[in-house]
């Protein structure tokens, strides 16, 4: 199973910018999609989007369509996803997580590998 570990969160302004790494070790990412989660306070986990093994392909939740990119370096064995233009209600615990499946859909079950998460909370 690979070990995933996030990090870059913390605090920025509205309409600012955040960057997030998760790094991976035990297993080389090339062979998994790789997708990002998050859970706001009293709200369940939510898919925030996904990225295909080679890192051609990309889905989002509509809520940050246009504003977040997910990119991958399989070489270093990293997943990346960039913040722009963040809201409050952005505010959440980022997880990301890897899955097996060859095509996972956007919800947790698809998904077996997973961070220990990174906080990002974002000011008015």
């Known amino acids: 199973q690979v070990r995933l570990v996030e990090s870059g969160g913390g605090l920025a302004q509205a309409g600012g910018s955040l960057r997030l790494s998760c790094a991976a070790s035990?297993?080389?990412?090339?062979?998994?999609?790789m997708a990002w989660f998050r859970q706001a306070p009293g709200k369940e986990r939510e898919f925030v989007g996904k990225?295909?093994?080679?890192?051609?392909?990309?889905y989002y939740a509509d809520s940050v369509k246009g504003r977040f990119t997910i990119s991958r370096d399989n070489a270093k064995n990293t997943l990346y996803m960039r913040l722009n233009s963040l809201k409050p209600e952005d505010t959440a615990v980022y997880y990301c997580a890897a899955s097996e499946y060859r095509a996972p859909g956007p919800t947790m079950a698809d998904f077996t590998s997973w961070g220990q998460g990174t906080q990002v909370t974002v000011s008015s």
């Open positions: 035990g297993r080389t990412l090339s062979n998994l999609v």
């Open positions: 990225i295909s093994r080679a890192g051609s392909s990309t």
